[in-house]
Structure formats: structure tokens, C-alpha cells
């Protein structure tokens, strides 16, 4: 399958299959486009009269050319990958990483917030030292020869389960010799507890820091409150840039939601960048339809501009010198993530889980607290296996809707979590995020073009 799209005055086509990606005029670009549907005659009679000024000869040379990167696989790649699925999905899996909800509980009342607060619709709680070792050790007990495991701290706001944390830590590197691992861990927070305690030991410990910020002050001080609705920006920021600073091992990232109160979430990417911040994301609001700040249709069309000026945006700095990074931008056509990894997805529910305060076991964060999705405990192990098999369907081809897609296997299926929300099913299709998501793509592969042909 291949996908032709225009974007900033390049004719961009894309294999699917193979990830090649070719840079063409406009004569070779409608050649591609029709080269499967019609007859080579009627092909060319039909480039004839699209472009006039091109001669039949050289018609029959770019057509030569489309012929020989089809053997080389690099266009109209035949999808070699589909028969494997049902293998992926009846396949043995293992754990590799773990989310550990250390607090459910929280310093802010975001309204937006998926977790209700903190609470995931139950009782407020911190997980214990002891629930804690007993979480890492069962990572390490089904992880089978996987050295790195991942490990992301996430409540709620895991600062107020701090000690905690660093216990844990100091645990996990006593144990991880001995077993044969490494842990590279993630800190999740909103920064209202942050002090030097916290950015010494996350600059020191943590391979990641997930710092949420909204961008301008009157967009995340719209929702981003404490309980006692008081704005968090001002009380934030200046603990983030601290951090940020001090961070010389590890990465980072600043992650924002956008809803329909602010759809033109690019000045909020300045708003970070001016706050000299350059690892960034901002992530769609996924809410009930009926949420006064859920994304409209009318918004979808100021967000795909806005995916646009991003672009324009991280061009016009790269060539400034002063680059930063867009998370859902990040893509590597020459390596990229494997063939297993592009068919199945993130793992949740398989190689990766949620592990509440009291030891429960979800799929993944956004699944926690609805009994129907939970797998078991740290005690009794993942009993639902019912559920586990049907995440383990969850894949770039489980859904009829994908069939055709030319951006599956980037997307990997989606997001279940995503899809199960919106529709009811977790074999449902998130439309609004499908388009969204390929719109990201199409500037992604633009900014990747853009590069390359300046280089040259």
C-alpha cells in the first residue's frame, strides 16, 4: 500500500510496508497514485492530458523508474506481515514494564482529568513500601530473560507518596544484579511538591520526567487548579525550569493537553519554549462528547492547521539553530521500532500493567479502577486471561475499519483504551484520534523530507 499526500509544496509518497519514503514531481506523483488502477495505456493517456508539456517518452521513463523501485521493494511493497497476526496474538508474552500508581490521591482538581482527581473513582490511597517491593518482584518473576524493565511512577500525584518512591528505588537497585536486570525509571508529576529533594534524586534515578504544564498561564490555570482553585502555573513553572536545568543525564518531556478551549495549542508550545523548554507534547483531550471541553468537529480542522504551523514552527528553529522536539513527530525510517512492535502495539494488558495502591493489576493506567478490566493481583498473578487474550488481539489489523489504512502500522491499531472510551469496544475505532493521528504523520514525514532535501 502507498499513501500520496501534498504538504508545503513537496509531493510526498509513502510505502507503507517497506517505511520507504520518495520525494516526486508532480508527473511521477499521479503516476503513483493511479499506477495500480488503471492499465498502463490508459495510464499514460491519462498523464498525457494532465501534463502536456511531458512527453510520451519521458512518461515511459518515470514509469520505468516506478518499476524498478517496485522490485525493489521500496514501492507497492506487498504486505508480508498480515499472516503473522494470528501468531502475535496466540503468542507467549512476558512483562516489561510497569505502571505503579504509588498515590491515588491528588494536590490538584484538574477537571479534565481522567483518573477523577486522582481517586480512579474509588477511595484515596498511598501503596505501601511493602506493595511496592512486592510489585517490582513480580515484574522480575514474569519478565522471563528481559534485562531492562521500566518502571513509571504515576498516581494521582506520586510526590505525595515520595518516600516511597525512593525506598523503592534504593530497593530496585539492590535486587537488580542479583537477578540480572536493569530498572529505568519514569516520574509522572504536576510539580507542585517539587523541591530540591525531588530534583536531585529524579535527575539521578530517573531515565525519564513527564512534567505536566498546559502551556499559557490562562490555559493551564483554566483547568490545572489546586483544590482550593488557585491557578498552578506560577507555583510550577519555576520548580520545572529547575529542574530542567539541573538535568544532565536522562530525558525529559513537558506534556500538555489541548481541548476545545484552546484548539490552537501551538501558542502553547511557544508559551514552553519561551519558558526554555524544548521536549514537548501535547496530547488531544479524550473526554465524553457532552464535556463542555471536548474537541469538536468544527475544532478538527483548526487542529490539523495547527499540526501544520507546528511543523513550520520546528522547521523555521532547526534552521536557527535552536531545535526542540515534538513527541508524536519523533520517527526513524531507517530503523524504527521492529515488525513485532509496528503489528502489535504498546502491550498493555501483555507485556505491560498497572498496579494499583492496594496491588491490583489493569492493563494499563487508563483502565484502572473499572473492575471489568482487571487481570488479578500481585498474589494471586493475572487471572483474567479471558481479557488478556482479547489485548493481546488488539493489534495493527484486529480492526475491519483499518484495512485500508495506510497508517497502521505506525499506529500500531491505536490506542485500546482510546478506542474503548469512544465507542464502547475495544476493538472500536477512535475516529476523531485516527485522524488526527495521520494528519501528525503527514508532518512528521514532511519535516523528515524537508531536512533530507535541504542537506542535499
Not at 504523520?441 to 531536512?451: D, M, P, R, S, T
Request: aromatic share 10%.
Amino acid at each position: 500500500m502507498i499513501h500520496c499526500f501534498q504538504l508545503k509544496g513537496y509531493h510526498i509518497v509513502l510505502d507503507t510496508v517497506s517505511s520507504s519514503v520518495h520525494v516526486v514531481d508532480e508527473v511521477a506523483f499521479d503516476l503513483i497514485r493511479r499506477y495500480e488502477e488503471l492499465p498502463r495505456e490508459e495510464l499514460v493517456t491519462e498523464c498525457l492530458a494532465l501534463h502536456p508539456e511531458v512527453s510520451k517518452a519521458e512518461i515511459e521513463e518515470c514509469l520505468a523508474d516506478i518499476e524498478e523501485l517496485r522490485k525493489e521493494r521500496k514501492l507497492f511493497t506487498p504486505d508480508l506481515y498480515r499472516p503473522n497476526v494470528e501468531k502475535i496474538a496466540k503468542r507467549e508474552t512476558v512483562l516489561k514494564a510497569m505502571c505503579l500508581h504509588v498515590a491515588h490521591t491528588c494536590n490538584l482538581d484538574c477537571e479534565y482529568c481522567f483518573a477523577a482527581q486522582g481517586k480512579y473513582h474509588g477511595e484515596r490511597a498511598l501503596m505501601s513500601l511493602k506493595t511496592g517491593k512486592k510489585a517490582l518482584d513480580f515484574l522480575i518473576a514474569n519478565s522471563g530473560t528481559r534485562h531492562n524493565l521500566e518502571v513509571d511512577f504515576f498516581g494521582g500525584e506520586p510526590l505525595m507518596n515520595w518516600q516511597m518512591v525512593k525506598d523503592l528505588v534504593a530497593y530496585a537497585r539492590e535486587i537488580e544484579k542479583e537477578h540480572g536486570k536493569r530498572f529505568r525509571f519514569t516520574l509522572t508529576t504536576n510539580g507542585m511538591l517539587i523541591d530540591d529533594d525531588v530534583i536531585d534524586f529524579a535527575n539521578r534515578e530517573m531515565d525519564n520526567v513527564v512534567l505536566s504544564l498546559d502551556g499559557r498561564k490562562s490555559v493551564n490555570d483554566r483547568f490545572r487548579k489546586t483544590v482550593g482553585g488557585v491557578g498552578s502555573f506560577d507555583i510550577i513553572v519555576p520548580k520545572f525550569q529547575k529542574l530542567v536545568v539541573e538535568r544532565k543525564q536522562g530525558t525529559y518531556y513537558m506534556r500538555g493537553t489541548f481541548t476545545h478551549l484552546n484548539p490552537d495549542f501551538v501558542e502553547d508550545i511557544k508559551t514552553m519554549l519561551e519558558l526554555g523548554f524544548d521536549e514537548l507534547s501535547m496530547e488531544p483531550v479524550v473526554c465524553a462528547p457532552s464535556d463542555p471541553y471536548a474537541l469538536t468537529e468544527a475544532d478538527k480542522a483548526v487542529v490539523m492547521e495547527q499540526y501544520e504551523a507546528l511543523a513550520d514552527l520546528m522547521h523555521e528553529r532547526a534552521k536557527m539553530g535552536k531545535p526542540f522536539t515534538f513527541y508524536h513527530y519523533m520517527l526513524d525510517l531507517e530503523h524504527g521500532p521492529c515488525i513485532y512492535k509496528r503489528i502489535s502495539g504498546c502491550g498493555s494488558g501483555t507485556e505491560y500493567v498497572a498496579v494499583t495502591p492496594n496491588g491490583d493489576l489493569y492493563p494499563c493506567h487508563q483502565f484502572v479502577g473499572d473492575e471489568r478490566f482487571k487481570l488479578g493481583d500481585l498474589d494471586s498473578g493475572i487471572q483474567n486471561l479471558d481479557m488478556q487474550a482479547q489485548f493481546k488481539r488488539c493489534n495493527a489489523y484486529s480492526r475491519p475499519e483499518c484495512a485500508d489504512c495506510w497508517a497502521r502500522l505506525f499506529c500500531s491499531g491505536g490506542c485500546a483504551a482510546n478506542a474503548f472510551h469512544a465507542t464502547g469496544d475495544l476493538q472500536g475505532v477512535y475516529e476523531y484520534g485516527c485522524d488526527l493521528f495521520k494528519k501528525r504523520i503527514e508532518c512528521a514525514l514532511y519535516l523528515k523530507v524537508a531536512e533530507q532535501m535541504e542537506e542535499e
